[in-house]
């Protein structure tokens, strides 16, 4: 069982709809991902939040919101998306560089989303 | 940048055969890390294996080991002993340290489909 847990498991929305995706870990991990992956292709990052602050943004829409409530969540609120944004959302967690020799990320089973 | 290349977009071997896996790399930076993820249909991403780049050993996981050859830049996975359980998406990936969390660039990956 992944120990990173993502709801929902499936989502569909229409473009006019705001929902959101959460995510949560319990592994004591200051660093929190959101990649986001279509069909056939490697996932691409999105955000990193690191000691609950944002810390990288890759030229995301703003149409994609991210909070990190605690250290433990992580959240992906969506608004007006396009049919394009259809895709998996994975999240991930990691421990910081100091403590970790190798710095893997674990990834949750991801949010497929389908917007209409 | 850094740069990350799998050259085999589909692959199939014999249950019970070994099958390797190419990944070929490209970075500046003299310290890095290589990761290999599976991903199966349900779409969670799996860790299998890391190999850092002072690693003096190839890095060895139960059914899994990396050929590391740092001249060439590549670090291909082995996968002995095939299972028909060990068909799916598999990544390559590299680390790029960033000052908080671990920034992972993936290949476009390799879908390896075990025959019985």
């Known amino acids: ?116 | 940048a850094q740069k990350i290349t799998q050259t085999q977009p589909g692959m199939f071997v014999q249950e019970k055969e070994a099958v390797t896996l190419d990944c070929t790399y490209d970075t500046s930076d003299p310290s890095y890390g290589l990761f290999w993820y599976k991903q199966p249909s349900s779409g969670e991403m799996i860790f299998l294996i890391y190999q850092g780049s002072y690693d003096q050993q190839n890095a060895t996981e139960g059914r899994y080991s990396l050929n590391f050859q740092k001249a060439r830049k590549s670090a291909n996975l082995v996968i002995s002993a095939s299972q028909l359980g060990d068909s799916a998406m598999y990544f390559c990936a590299m680390r790029e340290v960033m000052e908080y969390g671990n920034k992972l660039v993936f290949g476009a990956g390799t879908i390896l489909r075990v025959k019985s």
């Not at chain 1, 847990?5 to 995510?23: A, D, I, R, W, Y």
């Not at chain 1, 394009?84 to 089973?109: H, I, K, N, P, W």
């Open chain 1, 1 to 116: 069982d992944t120990e990173v847990t993502q709801t929902p498991k499936h989502l569909v929305m229409g473009m006019t709809n705001k929902k959101s995706l959460k995510c949560e870990q319990h592994m004591g991990h200051r660093a929190m991902y959101w990649y986001k992956q279509k069909a056939k292709k490697p996932p691409e990052l999105m955000f990193v939040y690191s000691y609950e602050k944002l810390s990288i943004n890759e030229s995301v829409p703003s149409r994609f919101s991210p909070e990190c409530p605690n250290s433990s969540l992580l959240n992906l609120h969506l608004h007006a998306l396009q049919p394009e944004d259809s895709a998996l959302y994975l999240c991930a967690s990691s421990q910081d560089r100091v403590r970790a020799r190798t710095g893997e990320l674990f990834f949750g089973e991801g949010s497929r989303l389908t917007v209409l």
